[in-house]
């Protein structure tokens, strides 16, 4: 029997995921309709809004933020929104479209999903990851 060589074995494999990165974007309107917990998912949107918890003052109590900063995407301006969990959503200028390749959460920590990667699509080869 012969051996199967490492080169050979991890071009295949970057083959596969090179494939898998190229799936089809959803739309905000398909996640919020049946949100794929638990999956990886690629969604072309526009910027609608951002949000960064605000620092609490000293001495103060203050109520926890329930996600640090996050992105609100939609596939149109007033359509229905998705919220992704990103470290620094100011990178995103407002009413721009971007690729997002997030997680898909339940919501229950306040967001939709946790950013992979974005793009803005006229800069083709370019992932930024946070």
């Not at 001495?59 to 301006?77: L, W």
């Not at 971007?98 to 992932?127: A, C, M, N, T």
Request: aromatic share 6%; net charge neutral.
């Amino acid at each position: 029997m012969k051996r199967i060589s490492t080169a050979i074995v991890c071009a295949i494999f970057f083959c596969s995921t090179a494939f898998a990165s190229d799936a089809a974007d959803l739309t905000v309107a398909q996640i919020k309709a049946s949100p794929p917990v638990g999956q990886t998912v690629r969604v072309l949107g526009i910027v609608v809004g951002t949000y960064i918890c605000p620092p609490c003052p000293m001495g103060a109590e203050c109520k926890p933020c329930m996600s640090d900063s996050s992105v609100s995407i939609a596939d149109a301006p007033g359509a229905p929104q998705i919220a992704i969990a990103a470290p620094h959503p100011e990178q995103f200028e407002r009413g721009a479209q971007y690729r997002f390749e997030f997680i898909v959460s339940d919501g229950r920590d306040g967001v939709d999903g946790h950013l992979l990667r974005s793009q803005r699509p006229v800069q083709r080869s370019v992932w930024s990851a946070p």
